[in-house]
C-alpha cells in the first residue's frame, strides 16, 4: 500500500527529534496567542513566521502548521472561559461553551472540546493523506489555462461563502492581485510600481501587508474601546469529566461535525470558520427544539459540534494548499508565502520532488493534535492565568514581536515603515467595513494568476476562448459563475445574511 | 444629496482611486498583445476592473440604505492610530542609528501611551523585560543580525 508506505515516510520524518521540538513549540506559541482575545491565526501566523527562517524548510512548516492549529484550540479556551472568541471560528463556540462555563461546566466544556478537536484532527489528516495522491495526478493534468480559471473559481468561491458585502469583497480581491504585481515583472524584467525605490523591487512582503492590514488594524481596533471589562471563570472550571449523559450526546455531534468540517474544508473559502458555522446549525436542525438544555444555554453538542468541524475543516483545508499550490483561505495562502520563502516552490510537484516535507508535515499535524490534548487539558490553569493578563501590557509585546519579525526578514528597517503603512490602511479598511482576508487571498495569488495567464494565451496565440474551449476549464469557470448567481438571488442572500448573523 | 450608506461610498471611492493609480502608472510600461502580454496587460486590465467596481459600489451607496443600521462611517480614532503607528515607525527608524535597545523602549513607550492607562510605573517594567526577552530569544537564542547598542558604541 502506497498511503501506509508515504504515512511511514512522513512518521518517520516527523518522529525525528529536532521535528517533534518544533511541533512542540508551534503549538506551545500557538495555544500561547489563540487564547489570546483580539489575535486571530492570521496575524500569528503572520508574526511568527519570522522566527522560522533560519529553519530547515520540512521543521519550518511543521511549526507553522503548528501554531495554526494551537491557535485554533487556544481560541476555544478562550471563547468558553471569557465569551471572546481568540479567534473567528470560535464564535459559535461562545454561544454555548460560555453558558456551560457560567453552569459551573466549564471543565467539561474545555474537555469535550479537546476531545472532539482530536478525533477531528485525526481525521481530516487521514482525509487528507489519502486524497493527497489522487489531487497531484488529477494536478498535473492542469495546464495553464485549467491553473487561471482554478484561481478564478478559488478566489470567487472564497468571497461568495465569506461574510459581508459581495462586490465590495471581489474589489479586495481585486486590489489584492495589483498588490502583489508590485515590483519586478519576471517576464519583462521591467520593474513595476517600484519608484525607484529598491526595497520595492522585490515586491512587497506578504508579511507586512498580512501584519499590518490584520495585526496592526486590530490593535488599534481594540483601543478604541479602552479599558475593556471582562468577566473570567477562573476559579470553578471545575471537573474536567463530562458526564455520561453528556458524552452521548456529544459524541454523535462530534461525528457530524467532522464530516462536515472535512468536506467544507477542502472547498475555496472553506476551512475553520464556515466549518463551525455549518456544524452548529445542523446540530440546531437536528432535534434542537427538544434539546436539554437548549441551545444557546450550554448545550455540550453546541459546542462540540463545531468545536470538531473547524479542526476537521482546518486539516483538510491544506488539501488544495499542497497538492494545487492554492490556497482556499488567507491562513493557506500565508503557508505559501512560507513555502515560497523557504524556496519551495507550492504546486503538484511538491510531493514528488519533496516527498519528506509533503508526508512529514501531515504525519506531523497528527502529532501535533495529540500533543495539543496533552497540553491544553492539564495546563488549563496555566492559559487561564494568561487570560488575566491586561490588554493594555499585552498589546505593546505584541507590537515588538510583530516590528522584530517584520525587520528580521531581510534585515531591513524599510519593511517596518511599510508594514506601518499597511496598518493605517488596514485601519481604514476596518472603519469601511472591507474584509480584508480576500485581500492577502488576491495578494498570494497575482503573480500565479498573471503567469498563468500569459502562458494560457501564448499557447492559444491570443484567442481568450482557449478558457472555454478546454472542458476542464470551462467547467472550472461555468462552476464559479454558478456561484455568484447563487449568491445573487435574493432568497439566497437572506438566507446568507441570516447564517451569518446567528453567530454574531 | 445626502450619502444613504456613506461606508460603501467612500469604500467605492478608494477602490476607484486604487484602480486609476495602477492603470495609470501601467502607462509607462509596455502593453503588448493578448498573445504577448507586456508588464502593463494585466495591472491595467485589473486596474479598469477595479475602477468599475468602485464605481459601483460608490453608486450603490449613494442610492441603497444600509443593512446593518446606520450607514456613517464610525468615528476615526486618530489617538491611538498615530501612537500605535508612530511607535512602529520610529522603531523603524531608530533601529539602524540607535540600535536594537533605545528603538524597543521607543516602540513600547508610544505605542503605551495609545491605551489611555498609560502608567509608567507599569510600562517600565514591562519594557525591561521585554528587551531582556527579545535580546535572549532574538539575539542570544536565534542568533538574528541586528545592531543591539548606537551605531557609536559598537564596534
Not at chain 1, 442572500?493 to 451569518?500: G, T
Request: one cysteine or more.
Amino acid at each position: 500500500m502506497d498511503l501506509i508506505n508515504n504515512l511511514l515516510l512522513g512518521f518517520g520524518t516527523a518522529l525525528t527529534l529536532t521535528n517533534l521540538f518544533y511541533a512542540f513549540i508551534g503549538c506551545m506559541i500557538g495555544t500561547l496567542i489563540g487564547v489570546l482575545p483580539g489575535i486571530g491565526p492570521i496575524a500569528t501566523l503572520a508574526m511568527l513566521l519570522p522566527m522560522t527562517y533560519s529553519l530547515e524548510p520540512t521543521s519550518a512548516l511543521i511549526m507553522l502548521a503548528g501554531i495554526y492549529y494551537g491557535a485554533q484550540y487556544g481560541g476555544s479556551t478562550t471563547a468558553i472561559l471569557v465569551n471572546l472568541p481568540g479567534e473567528s471560528s470560535s464564535v459559535v463556540t461562545c454561544l454555548d461553551g460560555y453558558q456551560m462555563a457560567r453552569r459551573g461546566r466549564a471543565g467539561a466544556a474545555l474537555a469535550t472540546a479537546a476531545l472532539g478537536s482530536f478525533f477531528a484532527g485525526t481525521v481530516g489528516t487521514l482525509v487528507l493523506a489519502a486524497l493527497a495522491a489522487p489531487m497531484v495526478e488529477l494536478a498535473f493534468k492542469f495546464g495553464p489555462a485549467e491553473y487561471f480559471s482554478l484561481m478564478v473559481l478559488g478566489l470567487i468561491g472564497a468571497v461568495v461563502l465569506a461574510s459581508g458585502s459581495l462586490i465590495k469583497a471581489i474589489g479586495m480581491i481585486v486590489l489584492g492581485l495589483l498588490l502583489g504585481l508590485v515590483g519586478t515583472d519576471v517576464n519583462s524584467g521591467v520593474s513595476r510600481y517600484a519608484f525607484d525605490i529598491p526595497e520595492l523591487a522585490d515586491g512587497i512582503g506578504f508579511v507586512g501587508v498580512a501584519m499590518g492590514v490584520f495585526g496592526f488594524a486590530e490593535i488599534i481596533a481594540n483601543l478604541e474601546h479602552g479599558g475593556e471589562k471582562r468577566q473570567v471563570f477562573t476559579d470553578k472550571v471545575g471537573s474536567l469529566m463530562p458526564t455520561w449523559d453528556e458524552v452521548k450526546q456529544a459524541s454523535g455531534a462530534v461525528l457530524r461535525g467532522t464530516g462536515l468540517g472535512a468536506v467544507l474544508g477542502v472547498l475555496p473559502g472553506g476551512g475553520a470558520l464556515l466549518a463551525a458555522f455549518a456544524a452548529y446549525t445542523v446540530e440546531k436542525k437536528l432535534g434542537g427544539k427538544n434539546a436539554n438544555p437548549p441551545f444557546g444555554q450550554g448545550n455540550i453538542r453546541g459546542v462540540a459540534a463545531p468545536e470538531s468541524a473547524n479542526n476537521a475543516g482546518a486539516q483538510t483545508s491544506f488539501i488544495p494548499m499542497l497538492t494545487l499550490g492554492i490556497p482556499p483561505n488567507a491562513v493557506m495562502a500565508l503557508m505559501i508565502g512560507a513555502m515560497t520563502i523557504h524556496n519551495i516552490q507550492p504546486g503538484p510537484q511538491v510531493m514528488t520532488s519533496n516527498p519528506t516535507l509533503f508526508w512529514g508535515l501531515i504525519a506531523s499535524m497528527w502529532i501535533g493534535n495529540l500533543m495539543l490534548v496533552i497540553l491544553n487539558l492539564p495546563l488549563i490553569g496555566m492559559w487561564v492565568q494568561l487570560l488575566k493578563v491586561p490588554y493594555r501590557l499585552l498589546y505593546p509585546a505584541i507590537l515588538v514581536f510583530c516590528a522584530i519579525g517584520v525587520y528580521s526578514i531581510n534585515n531591513n528597517a524599510f519593511d517596518v515603515l511599510m508594514t506601518a503603512a499597511f496598518g493605517a490602511l488596514g485601519y481604514l479598511f476596518f472603519k469601511l467595513r472591507c474584509e480584508p482576508a480576500p485581500l492577502i487571498l488576491g495578494f498570494i495569488l497575482g503573480p500565479m494568476m498573471e503567469e498563468n495567464l500569459r502562458r494560457a494565451m501564448l499557447l492559444s496565440r491570443g484567442d481568450p476562448t482557449v478558457f472555454f474551449t478546454r472542458p476542464l476549464s470551462l467547467g472550472l469557470l461555468i462552476a464559479a459563475a454558478a456561484l455568484v448567481v447563487i449568491v445573487a438571488l435574493p432568497q439566497i442572500s437572506r438566507k446568507r445574511e441570516e447564517a451569518f448573523q446567528e453567530g454574531d | 444629496m445626502k450619502l444613504k450608506n456613506a461606508k460603501d461610498f467612500w469604500s467605492g471611492v478608494m477602490f476607484i482611486a486604487f484602480g486609476l493609480f495602477f492603470a495609470g502608472f501601467a502607462r509607462q510600461y509596455d502593453m503588448g498583445t493578448a498573445a504577448r502580454m507586456g508588464p502593463a496587460y494585466f495591472p491595467t486590465v485589473l486596474g479598469l476592473l477595479l475602477m468599475a467596481i468602485g464605481a459601483f459600489v460608490a453608486f450603490k451607496g449613494m442610492r441603497t440604505e444600509s443593512e446593518e443600521g446606520h450607514g456613517r462611517v464610525d468615528k476615526f480614532h486618530f489617538k491611538p492610530l498615530i501612537l500605535v503607528l508612530g511607535a512602529v515607525v520610529a522603531f523603524g527608524l531608530l533601529l539602524r542609528p540607535a540600535g536594537l535597545i533605545v528603538a524597543l523602549l521607543a516602540l513600547i513607550i508610544i505605542s503605551s501611551l495609545g491605551s489611555g492607562e498609560f502608567k509608567l510605573k507599569e510600562i517600565l517594567p514591562l519594557a525591561i523585560g521585554l528587551c531582556l526577552l527579545v535580546l535572549a530569544v532574538f539575539i542570544w537564542g536565534l542568533g538574528l543580525t541586528i545592531p543591539v547598542l548606537p551605531a557609536f558604541m559598537e564596534r
